[in-house]
């Protein structure tokens, strides 16, 4: 795959015009994603690294970030001191009870990641976590999709 030239003001104003809007989110998702992926940054899961947590076979954490204020310029300089000092995997979440009083959407979140992520130059796994989420089995077997 082709690397997509980033340019940094052309994120910029994109972040802006779907935080601000909300318009066209998906859309937008979707394009980021595709310039991400295709510049070495891919949405990746600890499922398997949790598992190996749990046999005791591995020794390290992975911190976990819950960005509420100012989400893009916060993730940026994540991004860009995990960059700085090649540092190791790190979690972006949020938890069900933080996207009401955001108005950060999953999606919107994971969007924001993403385009913080290329912006900064970061290469490799991004994770992408959603915090205290769980599905009560009767309410979602009685509608389930609510």
Same mark, same amino acid.
């Given at each position: 795959?082709?690397?997509?030239?980033v340019?940094? @003001?052309?994120?910029?104003?994109m972040?802006?015009?779907v935080?601000f809007?909300? !318009? @066209?989110?998906? !859309? $937008? *998702?979707?394009?980021?994603?595709k310039?991400?992926v295709? $510049?070495?940054i *891919? +949405?990746?899961?600890? =499922? $398997?690294?949790?598992?190996? /947590?749990? !046999?005791?076979?591995?020794?390290?954490?992975?911190?976990?970030f819950?960005?509420? /204020?100012?989400p893009? =310029?916060?993730?940026?300089s994540?991004?860009?001191?995990a960059?700085?000092m090649?540092?190791?995997? /790190?979690?972006m979440?949020?938890?069900?009870s933080?996207i009401?009083?955001?108005?950060? &959407?999953p999606l919107?979140?994971? *969007?924001?990641?993403?385009? &913080?992520?290329?912006r900064?130059?970061?290469?490799?796994p991004?994770?992408?976590q959603a @915090?205290?989420f769980?599905?009560?089995r009767? !309410?979602? /077997?009685e $509608? +389930?999709?609510?």
């Amino acid at each position: 795959m082709a690397e997509k030239k980033v340019i940094p @003001d052309e994120i910029d104003r994109m972040v802006e015009k779907v935080y601000f809007s909300n !318009k @066209d989110l998906l !859309k $937008n *998702f979707k394009e980021i994603k595709k310039i991400a992926v295709e $510049n070495g940054i *891919f +949405p990746a899961s600890l =499922h $398997n690294t949790y598992k190996e /947590f749990g !046999k005791r076979k591995l020794e390290f954490t992975v911190p976990a970030f819950n960005i509420r /204020f100012l989400p893009y =310029h916060t993730m940026r300089s994540i991004f860009r001191k995990a960059v700085e000092m090649e540092a190791g995997w /790190f979690i972006m979440e949020i938890a069900k009870s933080e996207i009401g009083y955001t108005g950060h &959407s999953p999606l919107m979140y994971s *969007f924001l990641v993403l385009a &913080s992520a290329l912006r900064e130059g970061f290469a490799g796994p991004v994770f992408i976590q959603a @915090d205290h989420f769980q599905l009560d089995r009767k !309410k979602f /077997f009685e $509608n +389930p999709d609510e």
